[in-house]
T-cell receptor, first 111, second 111 residues
C-alpha cells in the first residue's frame, strides 16, 4: 500500500553542522514532495517542497533532493542554528487529494 | 490576517461525552482536513472535504464525525465511540495546489 518511511526518528547535531533527513515512498505515482516543520505546541508549516520534474531545490540553508528512480528524497539543512530545533515531516502525494506523511524526525541542535 | 483558527486550544472531556473541535479558515480554500497526531505516529488523516456539503473518511475515521455546511468551517466531533481520544488534533486547508496550511492544533485530554 501507500507508505512513506522517514529516518531517523531522532537526530542531534552540533550547532553549525549539517543535518540530513531521508524519506522513501512506495507509490511511483507520487509527484509532489513537501517538507513541514513543526515547533512545539504548534501546527506544521511548509518549509520547502519539490515536484517530480526536478532533482534538487534550494532555499538559503535548506535543500531537498529527489531520486524518482530509487523513490527517495532528502532534506538537507546546513549551518544549523538553535531555531532549527523542531519536528520535521516529509510527505508524498500519490494523487491530488491524498497526502501521506512520514512519522517525523525530532531534530535537536546542540550548543 | 488570513489563516486557520482552531478552538479550543485545550479541551478536557469525561469518558462518554462527545466534544466538538472548531476549525475556521479565511483563505477561501476548497479543501479542508482533520489530522490526529500521537507521539511517534506522525499525522494520521481522520476526515477530509474537497467541497461544501461533501466529505470523505480518512484512515482513522471510526469514532469521529464531521460536517461541511460552509466553505469556511469544518468542525470535528469526537464521539464517545472513539476508544482512545486523547491526542493532538490538527486542522488544515488547501487550495489544491499542494501546500497544506495548518491551524495551531487542539489538545484533547480524556479524564
Amino acid at each position: 500500500g501507500e507508505n512513506v518511511e522517514q529516518h531517523p526518528s531522532t537526530l542531534s547535531v552540533q550547532e553549525g553542522d549539517s543535518a540530513v533527513i531521508k524519506c522513501t515512498y512506495s507509490d511511483s505515482a507520487s509527484n509532489y514532495f513537501p517538507w513541514y516543520k513543526q515547533e512545539l505546541g504548534k501546527g506544521p508549516q511548509l518549509i520547502i517542497d519539490i515536484r517530480s520534474n526536478v532533482g534538487e531545490k534550494k532555499d538559503q540553508r535548506i535543500a531537498v533532493t529527489l531520486n524518482k528512480t530509487a523513490k527517495h528524497f532528502s532534506l538537507h539543512i546546513t549551518e544549523t542554528q538553535p531555531e532549527d530545533s523542531a519536528v520535521y515531516f516529509c510527505a508524498a502525494t500519490p494523487r491530488d487529494d491524498k497526502i501521506i506523511f512520514g512519522k517525523g524526525t525530532r531534530l535537536h541542535i546542540l550548543p | 490576517d488570513g489563516g486557520i483558527t482552531q478552538s479550543p486550544k485545550y479541551l478536557f472531556r469525561k469518558e462518554g461525552q462527545n466534544v466538538t473541535l472548531s476549525c475556521e479558515q479565511n483563505l477561501n480554500h476548497d479543501a479542508m482536513y482533520w489530522y490526529r497526531q500521537d507521539p511517534g505516529q506522525g499525522l494520521r488523516l481522520i476526515y477530509y472535504s474537497q467541497i461544501v456539503n461533501d466529505f470523505q473518511k480518512g484512515d482513522i475515521a471510526e469514532g469521529y464525525s464531521v460536517s461541511r455546511e460552509k466553505k469556511e468551517s469544518f468542525p470535528l466531533t469526537v464521539t464517545s465511540a472513539q476508544k482512545n481520544p486523547t491526542a493532538f488534533y490538527l486542522c488544515a486547508s488547501s487550495s489544491g495546489a499542494g501546500e497544506l496550511f495548518f491551524g495551531e492544533g487542539s489538545r484533547l485530554t480524556v479524564l
